[in-house]
């Protein structure tokens, strides 16, 4: 079955500062990967996916993402953060297993709070 | 454009007792899913339709739960005789027709709190 690990509940850095927020994946097939974030009181925003192709994806809001096969990873990277990138990060890994008719349910990980602080 | 509704935003009520919520997708979205999340958890897959079909359930959606899109738009999720242990935010979701790797659009939620 598929599963998805975001080892740290919270990553803390310094407006500007590089941040990373750790996913790993665990998939039988090729991964199909997502981000999303969600903001309190707000329902979960795509940021990006990996499908295929180059292994660094950008999506949204400066927000980049590595896909690394040999080490299971697809870490979410932002090079100068910012306060308002404070929220929390989910993971997510397309599950291929039953899901008829082509749809793409999600196993999504338990969630990284991210806190930008001035 | 619009996106995805969901109503009521907030649903408190007493154990027993049965509750409908509801979630109007994006318009041209012919896929819809529900989810359920509860504190220091990520999202769990419930139920998704293709237009009007019901094609999965998880087996987390046990017979008190009922879910329906009848005419392939809005769907309502009906949980019955709710119990304490469905506290929870449920997210509704939509994603266009053609690629499976399409990325859903999330509502807000509705958060449920059985008392």
């Known amino acids: 079955a598929q599963s998805v690990a975001q080892p740290e509940d919270q990553v803390n850095v310094a407006e500007g500062n590089p941040l990373t927020v750790k996913c790993t994946y665990s998939?039988?097939?090729?991964?199909?990967l997502f981000w999303y974030v969600q903001y309190p009181n707000r329902g979960l925003q795509f940021l990006l996916k990996?499908?295929?192709?180059?292994?660094l994806v950008k999506g949204s809001y400066g927000f980049e993402a590595e896909f690394n096969k040999s080490q299971t990873s697809f870490h979410l990277k932002k090079p100068s953060a910012l306060v308002s990138d404070s929220a929390l990060y989910f993971c997510?890994?397309?599950?291929?297993?039953?899901?008829?008719?082509?749809?793409?349910?999600?196993?999504f990980g338990t969630g990284t709070q991210l806190k930008v602080e001035l | 454009d619009t996106g995805v509704s969901q109503d009521p935003r907030h649903k408190i009520t007493k154990r027993g007792q049965n509750v409908t919520f509801r979630c109007d997708p994006i318009?041209?979205?012919?896929?819809l899913y529900w989810y359920r999340q509860t504190l220091g958890q990520g999202p769990e897959f419930l139920t998704y339709?293709?237009?009007?079909?019901?094609?999965?359930k998880s087996r987390l959606l046990s017979d008190r739960f009922s879910a329906e899109r009848p005419k392939g738009s809005f769907s309502t999720l009906e949980i019955q005789r709710t119990e304490q242990g469905d506290s929870a935010m449920y997210l509704c979701?939509?994603?266009?027709?053609?690629?499976?790797?399409?990325?859903?659009?999330f509502g807000p939620g509705t958060r449920l709190t059985v008392l």
């Open positions: 998939v039988s097939g090729n991964p199909y």
């Open positions: 339709f293709q237009n009007e079909a019901q094609l999965e």
């Open positions: 990996y499908i295929t192709g180059d292994n």
């Open positions: 979701a939509s994603s266009r027709p053609g690629l499976a790797t399409n990325e859903q659009f």
């Open positions: 997510a890994v397309r599950d291929l297993k039953g899901l008829t008719g082509g749809g793409n349910k999600l196993t």
């Open positions: 318009s041209e979205h012919n896929r």
